[in-house]
């Protein structure tokens, strides 16, 4: 399984991206795609995740300003981030758990990981 990320970029406080993650390789009927970050000389944070069955969990610090779905045809996950301020920034990493019965926000729960995307943004 490959994941490729992409989408981050350079944006001012109040601003949206939209970020991308698309799968190659093995598939499950059942698995959980999870969004984490990791912000300069912090640890890892789980952001967001969705479920096969296209439920989604967020963490505190993104709900009510951004939203996962995705695309099954194109085994494409989105992260879209609206309302972006100068502490959203990090490098933002998609994963999968690729037999995931339940999301989790747990990072050792996913064995594969994308190659991350920098998310800055300027106050």
């Known amino acids: 399984v490959q994941l490729q990320a992409s989408g981050g970029g350079l944006v001012q406080t109040g601003d949206s991206l939209r970020l991308s993650c698309e799968a190659s390789g093995r598939t499950s009927s059942s698995f959980v795609l999870g969004w984490f970050r990791r912000a300069p000389g912090k640890e890892r944070d789980f952001v967001a995740a969705i479920k096969s069955s296209g439920s989604t969990y967020y963490s505190d610090s993104v709900k009510g300003r951004f939203t996962v779905s995705r695309d099954g045809a194109k085994k494409t996950v989105f992260l879209q981030m609206n309302t972006l301020k100068p502490e959203d920034t990090a490098v933002y990493y998609c994963?999968?758990?690729?037999?995931?019965?339940?999301?989790?926000?747990?990072?050792?729960?996913?064995?594969?990981w994308g190659q991350g995307t920098q998310v800055t943004v300027s106050s």
């Open positions: 994963a999968l758990d690729l037999q995931g019965k339940v999301i989790t926000t747990e990072p050792r729960a996913y064995e594969y």
